[in-house]
């Protein structure tokens, strides 16, 4: 497959596997403690890179509306990265977010024409071509811009991905709108019926006949085209009051589509403001949340989120934004019964994404509030990005506790986060008949300096007494090893020490 090559590219492929791992310190806990929630202040590289022992893999969609690189100034962003330097940006946090993205997840990314081209690409090479599924445009603006030097632009794109081909979006619920095409004139008990062209787009053997109307004038295909239905089930349909004539019943046949008999939309590339909101929504918003203060540069409004999480996920779905300004896409996803994580670097993620999404669990009406049914509820963790797991000699970081470490390990040896997420025993887990045990912080009770953490014969004894039986083989990490390799052999045992043979993903 072509690949993009720029300015630092080799080293930008390699950034995500080189990422230290890092703890992520609580701040805060809003409202119910269950939620499952979280909102992260910290570059989202390394956050990201904290989140894969616990959801690689987990993550239904992600919605990213990263920096555009349009050389211009945001209060909130620098937006004037060279393109070299974009590019080295965004490949790594994208591999990052591909581990995350579940089987049948979906990435939606916003763009416009400045790097949107070069996205593409990338996108190709991390997620996959054959994974591309469309790019949709969303029209942005109200009104034309008459200071553009050239054009002016009306729209913005979202390139969307799934991890797999074969992913199917769920379809949209009808509305009013689309309703309003169907009509009843000739006041049809199945309701209102819209006409539906009777010709096939192929060739079909048994498509060409001619066929009279109930005032006698006769029908055919023009040259070329084929009725999309046989002679016998036209009549059939006519029989059934399914065939219109026109008023005067000398029009050319139609077969009627009745609105109680068609399915929900799949969903379509051109998105209006009319139906999702444009910039102008989404500054309004803002400014309902946050009266008097100055509108965050480029928010997106909640129905355009609505939208995305309606076709890419159903309720208790974890959505995932790592570039969440203005906290917008958790605002939504909380709203609407998913989820969420939301990952911001900058200040704000304390002035704006936290009161906000505070507003949201206190009901707030603003967005999609009236038209989901929201009212308030829920909660979520505020945490921030903390120290380095690993310290620069090697060692382990003091302040890393037995739960984190496992999580880390287990991700480790199997390349998938927990089953369950509890650590709670030295037996981490079972995996392809290895049973993963870690020796760390005291867990089997002994709190003396290296008490329990030193695999030797009476450790070996209190694991056997506190573990289940197991018939393969055991990886133990641990601090150091008292038994000798035939011991350890003899046991069916690799030992590991921590933190030496702790290897960064």
Known sequence: MPQLTWLGDHEAKRTARKVHYRLLDPVEQVGDPASGNLLIQGDNLEALKALLPFYAGRVKCIFIDPPYNTKSAFEHYDDNLEHSQWLSMMYPRLELLRDL???????????????????????????????????????????????????????????????????????????????????????????????GDPYANKPYSKGQFTIKGPTGRSFSPPP????????????????????????????????????????????????????????????????ALFPGEESFGTPKPERLLERILLIATLQGDLVLDSFLGSGTTAAVAHKMGRRWIGIEMGEHARTHCLPRLKKVIEGEQ??????????????????????????????????????????????????????????????LGTHNNTAYVLLYNGILGDRRPEGGNVLNQQVWKAILDVLPPHRGPRVIYGEACRLSPARLKQLNVRFRQIPYDIRMR
């Open 101 to 195: 993205l579940s089987e049948d997840g979906s990435i939606w990314v916003t763009i416009d024409d400045n790097e949107g081209h070069y996205l593409k690409v990338v996108m190709d090479e991390v997620f996959g071509r054959k994974n591309f599924v469309s790019t949709l445009i969303w029209q942005k603006a109200d009104s034309p811009r008459n200071s553009a030097r050239q054009f002016s632009s009306d729209h913005d794109y979202l390139h969307v991905y799934a991890h797999n081909s074969n992913w199917i979006p769920i379809k949209l619920p009808r509305s009013d709108e689309s309703d309003a095409i169907y009509s009843n004139p000739d006041n049809d008990d199945r309701g209102p019926w819209l006409p």
């Open 366 to 427: 603003g967005g999609i509030s009236e038209s989901v049914g929201w009212h308030g509820g829920g909660g979520f963790r505020y945490l921030k990005l903390g120290e380095p797991a690993f310290l620069e000699d090697g060692r382990i970081n003091p302040a890393i506790r037995f739960a984190t470490l496992a999580a880390y390990l287990w991700f480790l040896e199997t390349g998938a986060p927990h089953p369950t997420g509890r650590f709670d025993s030295p037996l």
């Open 224 to 287: 070329g085209r084929f009725w999309r239905v046989s002679e016998n089930r036209l009549r059939e349909l006519d029989a059934d009051g399914r065939v219109w004539w026109g008023p005067t019943g000398d029009a050319r046949p139609s077969i009627k589509r009745y609105l109680s008999e068609v399915s929900d939309l799949v969903p379509r590339t051109l998105w209006t403001k009319e139906a999702v909101g444009s910039n102008r929504t989404s500054k309004n918003e803002m400014r």
